[in-house]
């Protein structure tokens, strides 16, 4: 099992907690969102921890 997977697991783990117990919607809702981006930064930001010596064309 590799690092991103493991880290999405607990996503959804922290997810299902905080539905499970956060009773007022609005707070519930803004951590799943917050754990939700949390989720979406890692697979994007996957290529760059994979191969950090490969330039952007910046320059």
Known sequence: MNRLSIALVCY???GALAWTTLTDPKLRA???LV???FALKS????EDVLHPDKSRDAD
Do not use: I, P
Request: glycine fraction near 16%; hydrophobic fraction near 60%; aromatic fraction near 0%.
């Open 35 to 37: 754990l939700g981006l």
């Open 12 to 14: 959804v783990v922290l």
């Open 43 to 46: 697979v994007l930001r996957r």
């Open 30 to 32: 803004g951590t799943l």
